[in-house]
T-cell receptor, first 110, second 114 residues
């Protein structure tokens, strides 16, 4: 019952910015947007989350549209080690559960 | 700081045999999760613990699956008997508490039932 829609796959060039889109048109006011990624043979790893303001950390930036119906995760300088499945997840502030969809398989090419 | 530790990393068993997976969460993390991940899909929650109490096991197939978290630290997930369809990756995760924003995942146990 994932509440998000992501493209199944995308390629990007090493050293370039990778922009990963996510649609969450039914998001509620108390729901945050989370991003996790899963590198092959590893468990998911937290990247970033936000409510309505744009967020940035050492890994990525999260841009949320004003109507909050979509967002974009930006990896500013993609490296080969960023090749992974990226999950966009909507989670209420009082909810402990992470509901993963199929995610976007991102392949960074040299 | 050590991350979430799971063992074994890989397990191959014959159908109808029992199997158990072990998880050691990050020290001080009260909330522990078990997730199931089928090939090509995202993880799905099986059970959540708050300390030693299973507070959400609605997705756990209770006819063959069981879990415990004695003393509110380590946890064990068991399948008895295993079926071919149980082949998947079993992931353990922990967070400081139920409202903590970040969950930390282990590397998972890849189960193959033959």
């Amino acid at each position: 019952d994932a509440k998000t829609t992501q493209p199944p796959s995308m390629d990007c060039a090493e050293g370039r910015a990778a922009n990963l889109p996510c649609n969450h048109s039914t998001i509620s006011g108390n729901e945050y947007v989370y991003w996790y990624r899963q590198i092959h043979s590893q468990g998911p790893q937290y990247i970033i989350h936000g409510l309505k303001n744009n967020e940035t950390n050492e890994m990525a930036s999260l841009i949320i549209t004003e109507d909050r119906k979509s967002s974009t995760l930006i990896l500013p300088h993609a490296t080969l080690r960023d090749t992974a499945v990226y999950y966009c997840i909507v989670r209420a502030s009082n909810d402990y559960k992470l509901s993963f969809g199929a995610g976007t398989t991102v392949t960074v090419r040299a | 700081e050590a991350g979430v530790v799971q063992s074994p990393r890989y397990k191959i068993i014959e159908k109808k045999q029992p199997v158990a997976f072990w998880c050691n969460p990050i020290s001080g993390h009260n909330t522990l999760y078990w997730y199931l991940q089928n090939l090509g899909q995202g993880p799905e929650l099986l059970i959540r613990y708050e300390n030693e109490e299973a507070v959400d096991d609605s997705q756990l197939p209770k006819d063959r699956f069981s879990a415990e978290r004695l003393k509110g630290v380590d946890s064990t997930l068991k399948i008895q008997p295993a079926e071919l369809g149980d082949s998947a990756v079993y992931l353990c995760a922990s967070s400081r508490d139920r409202m903590n924003t970040e969950a930390f995942f282990g590397q998972g146990t890849r189960l193959t039932v033959v």
